[in-house]
């Protein structure tokens, strides 16, 4: 292995650690950090979050620089129909009664609180995959009619 | 799109994924190009061109125009 094989491979164990380890500190502290003030908690979770984006976005940077055409071609037609199929898959669980259980009792073992309202829960969990996919929509569109408009300058503009 | 580079690989007793060093692209690549299963952006197809000393449409045909109904 080149020596510049080994460098791409251990910046990528070391992103791939930024990305995985924050959250999974967070989860495994939630209890510590249930007993924190609100401020020093908000500040713990939100280094974590900006950890793994700007890890996950430098990952998928790198990772786009060194597949070929093919290999963007599979990762377009993947994600394109997995976040649909996904989305659909989730609408669908939704309305099965031993997921919304699942979701139920997450939310109790991770939220501290015993027998949470189950209406509420659920309510609250569909808010958040709207808001998931409604900011995956608003993002699509701009990132759409930026590559639009970067496209279609003439090569006096880009001059 | 049809193309030759089965029989241009054989000819120079390249493997698939020696064709695929040779143009810098994974083997992936090259076996979905030469099944007809991928079609090559243009760069692409000149590169694989290029590596058989080949003219573009030496290695590649395109498909018979479809005809309206």
Redesign the interface.
Known sequence: MSSNQQSRLSLRTLLVGLMVVPPITVLLASRWLKEQPDGLALLITGVAATLTVLASFALAILHDRQ?????R?NARFSSQWGWTSGSALIVLLLALPPIRDLIVSGAELWGGEPHPDQRLVVVTFTFGFVAVVVAQGVCTLLLSIGWAYLKSRSARDSS | MKNKIRMLRAGRRWSQAELAGRV???R??IN??ENGR?N??LS?AFAIADVFESRIEEVFERDAPKRDA
């Open positions: 597949i070929d055409e093919w290999h071609s | 810098g692209v994974s992936n690549s979905s190009i991928y090559p952006s692409l």
